[in-house]
């Protein structure tokens, strides 16, 4: 206790000692990263879908512009080329095609194998839902209960033994994101995908998910609005939310910015969910030759206090891909470094390594 008239000096010290005294959470440390062989494909893919099977990463399919930007002209291309990359591999190869070519899907890790959840082509988005392994020499696909309707750019995470899909476009010409929340339970296959209630926000596409500690987790994304001429514009959002079952939705604090596309799902560490660069939409105006690239800063949600901080930065411009995990590590595998622009830069990080012990 304080001594009545006492110096303020003595005041300023004893306050500020008690405030050092307080239990504060550590801020999240800046993960090291590293890279893996690259795609075999010079311009890369974005919207490949991504995972393991067998202790092997595989990346399927995506899009990219082969000869010519979209700008000049370009055709975007759709793929089928599934790629395996072996522990302590030094090159990908080829390991089988796909159903059909396509891309924008969700991936989920499941001790099943990897499972690939909608996406789409040029033509059509899809409701097909796909189990992917692999025999030791090539990968393999069985179909598994198909969507409630077909659905790209969704964001999507398995929390225990549940698959959550949620938002998405329907069409590759929608003029409005779904507000869909479907749920998956892979120990009842046979009952199919579960329409739950949909979290009290807008609808949305390119969002990120999480899953954390039994509950998943919607950050950011885009919703489209119509501008009464026959055309869709953006709206950029930075809203937060959290589903578990026994409870529903809640709103969580906003993101400190907006993280479009970034890539998902959101990785859980050290207690918080890591938001690793995005589109902030700060550039959308520019001339795409003017573009300098995307976000690098990693967002990191706390879950325990509803709090963000700061993370780090990755060290790479990377939108519209899959994030993964393969023997212990992050694995990031390509996407779109630029509008337009791929990239076939497969990063990876321990989020157990050196920078997690400091």
């Not at 512009?65 to 055709?75: I, L, Q, S, V």
């Not at 089928?80 to 991936?107: H, I, K, M, N």
């Not at 010409?173 to 199919?192: N, T, V, W, Y």
């Amino acid at each position: 206790m304080l001594r009545p008239f006492a110096p303020l000096w003595a005041i300023a010290l004893t306050l500020t000692t008690a405030l050092r005294a307080q239990p504060t959470p550590s801020m999240p440390h800046a993960l090291v990263w590293k890279e893996l062989p690259a795609l075999p494909d010079r311009e890369g893919f974005a919207g490949s879908y991504a995972g393991v099977s067998g202790n092997v990463l595989l990346v399927a399919g995506g899009a990219n512009f082969p000869d010519k930007r979209p700008w000049e002209g370009g055709t975007k291309i759709w793929y089928d080329r599934v790629f395996a990359l072996a522990p302590d591999a030094t090159a990908w190869r080829e390991a089988g095609r796909l159903p059909s070519a396509g891309g924008y899907g969700v991936s989920v890790n499941t001790p099943e194998g990897l499972v690939l959840i909608g996406g789409g082509d040029a033509a059509r988005n899809f409701d097909e839902v796909w189990l992917a392994r692999w025999d030791g020499k090539t990968v393999t696909f069985a179909a598994w209960p198909r969507l409630p309707k077909p659905l790209a750019m969704a964001a999507g995470a398995l929390v225990d033994r549940t698959i959550y899909i949620a938002g998405g476009l329907d069409r590759p010409e929608a003029a409005r994101a779904q507000d869909a929340f479907f749920a998956l339970d892979l120990d009842r296959l046979s009952a199919g995908w579960r329409t739950l209630p949909r979290w009290p926000g807008a609808e949305r596409f390119l969002a990120t998910a999480g899953a954390h500690d039994g509950a998943f987790f919607l950050f950011s994304g885009a919703r489209l609005v119509a501008d009464g001429a026959g055309k869709t514009s953006r709206e950029w959002l930075r809203d937060a939310y959290r589903y578990t079952p026994a409870a529903g939705w809640k709103r969580l604090a906003d993101l400190p910015r907006v993280a479009v596309a970034a890539p998902s799902p959101a990785p859980s560490v050290e207690g918080r969910l890591l938001v690793m660069g995005g589109d902030d939409g700060s550039q959308v105006a520019l001339a795409p030759t003017a573009h300098q690239g995307f976000p690098r800063d990693t967002l990191a949600y706390r879950p325990a206090d509803d709090t963000w901080s700061r993370a780090g930065d990755v060290p790479f411009s990377l939108v519209t891909t899959t994030l993964t995990t393969w023997r212990g590590q992050i694995v990031v595998p390509g996407g779109e470094a630029r509008p337009g622009v791929r990239s076939p830069r497969v990063w990876s990080a321990d989020p157990n390594g050196p920078a997690a012990k400091k």
